[in-house]
């Protein structure tokens, strides 16, 4: 719950790898907040604190950067996200990750929410679904305190393909991607514009067709690109508007993972949704009217992730 006071808002972001440090870079250049970066590796938070921080007289901002291996300095964030786990490697799915990243992410939501118990709850860590539910768990919030960036990063992906395919300016385009971040994602073509006109009526089946596995694909052809990494520019700029719709109440209705009770026909499971933001979290759900098709789709896609979540938290259950 971001708080009403004068100090300055604090962003603790839990993971200094790539996507953590572009976030860093974001949120403080963009004057939004004091940034907390906390990461195992003893040095690296520091250092690249240090670097952000020499770079204020250029960016001509004033905000704060620590960085530290000591969660006590996260005390009072008003967002916490969690990018903390390893990425993906050439041939991995997010789902590879599986155990290894529940185990930072249990670990990691505890301790930071030990520290911050009003602040909100934003998940990175891939498989993001699945981070997400089982990071709620850990933390004892509310539901509308936590929540995976997902959509964002996804419908920003249609996005850029459709205004490539089309040759038009990105300003022009809206998309809506939902279900879960991976392979069973269900970008919606109906619901995605060019100058509020639908995709549907610019572009062939076969092309749509072809966007829309792209878009699936998104990150795995980042990496099999990188080789030795995974995207964090985008991933970054996605979570940074996100953290700005909640610390400046900005009420943006964005597509992220969120805890559902009945909406969709769903239950008890994180998945990617429409929803509106404001300063305590998740204000409200949208529940958009979908075809047959659509809502099967998304009900595979919940499916996918539930049975996950089940697993991880086996696999947990199983090394206590």
Not at 95 to 107: G, H, M, V
Not at 135 to 154: E, I, K, N, Y
Request: charged letters at 20%.
């Amino acid at each position: 719950m971001v708080s009403s006071t004068c100090t300055p808002f604090r962003v603790s972001v839990i993971g200094a790898g790539n996507v953590g440090s572009a976030l860093a870079q974001r949120v403080a250049e963009k004057n939004l907040a004091d940034v907390v970066l906390l990461d195992v590796i003893a040095g690296r938070p520091q250092g690249l604190a240090l670097d952000l921080m020499e770079a204020r007289g250029v960016e001509r901002h004033d905000r704060q950067i620590i960085g530290t291996t000591d969660y006590a300095d996260t005390a009072r964030s008003d967002v916490i996200v969690i990018t903390a786990g390893i990425p993906r490697k050439p041939g991995m799915s997010r789902d590879d990750l599986l155990l290894t990243n529940a185990k930072i992410a249990r670990e990691t939501v505890q301790n930071a929410i030990a520290h911050s118990p009003q602040a909100v709850l934003i998940v990175v860590t891939n498989p993001l679904d699945v981070m997400t539910h089982l990071a709620w768990q850990a933390s004892g919030l509310p539901p509308r305190q936590v929540m995976g960036m997902a959509g964002v990063l996804d419908s920003a992906r249609f996005q850029t393909f459709i205004a490539m395919e089309m040759n038009v300016s990105i300003a022009d385009i809206s998309a809506t991607v939902l279900g879960g971040h991976g392979d069973l994602m269900v970008p919606l073509p109906r619901y995605s514009t060019v100058s509020g006109i639908p995709i549907t009526e610019l572009l062939p089946e076969e092309t749509i067709a072809r966007l829309i596995d792209r878009t699936r694909n998104g990150g795995a052809e980042i990496v099999e690109l990188m080789q030795t990494g995974s995207a964090f520019y985008a991933p970054a700029s996605s979570t940074c508007a996100m953290v700005e719709a909640i610390l400046y109440n900005k009420s943006r209705l964005l597509p992220i993972a969120a805890y559902l009770q009945g909406e969709y026909g769903l239950n008890d499971v994180f998945i990617g949704v429409p929803c509106r933001l404001d300063c305590q979290g998740i204000a409200t759900i949208l529940e958009l009217n979908l075809t047959d098709v659509e809502r099967n789709a998304l009900h595979t896609s919940a499916t996918s992730v539930r049975q996950n979540v089940d697993r991880a938290n086996q696999l947990l259950a199983a090394t206590v």
